[in-house]
Nanobody
Framework: QLQLVESGGGLVQPGGSLRLSCVAS????????IGWFRQAPGKEREGVSC???????HYADSVKGRFTISRDNAKNTVYLQMNNLKPEDTAIYYC??????????????????WGQGTQVTVSS
């Protein structure tokens, strides 16, 4: 059964860091690009970052220089390292499987399987 499971969310103060993990099962992670998205209450789902098969990366302007996406295919895991967190980063974060090997961009309709999400709250 194809599955994506996120973990690593929590409550952190502004300026703090978190590392999110996305563990994949039921398919060969090497063959797909994986994206991270987030959705805050009352807002649309927003693409955050994507990493493709050869590990090229893409970021939304709002997180460039603060977030780093990486993958460890041997562990079937994609990570999102988030540094210098801001209150506006508060959201549920989801990982998702792109339909192909290369990132289709950060549009949610290009992704075909989603995890259940993990809550990130940035507050003092």
């Amino acid at each position: 059964q194809l599955q994506l499971v996120e973990s690593g969310g929590g409550l952190v103060q502004p300026g703090g860091s978190l590392r999110l993990s996305c563990v994949a099962s039921g398919f060969i992670l090497d063959d797909y690009a994986i994206g991270w998205f987030r959705q805050a209450p009352g807002k649309e789902r927003e693409g955050v970052s994507c990493i493709d098969g050869p590990s090229s990366t893409h970021y939304a302007d709002s997180v460039k220089g603060r977030f780093t996406i990486s993958r460890d295919n041997a562990k079937n895991t994609v990570y999102l390292q988030m540094n210098n967190l801001k209150p506006e980063d508060t959201a549920i974060y989801y990982c998702a499987r792109d339909r192909g090997y290369y990132c289709s961009g950060l549009s949610f309709w290009m992704y075909d399987h989603w995890g259940q999400g993990t809550q990130v709250t940035v507050s003092s």
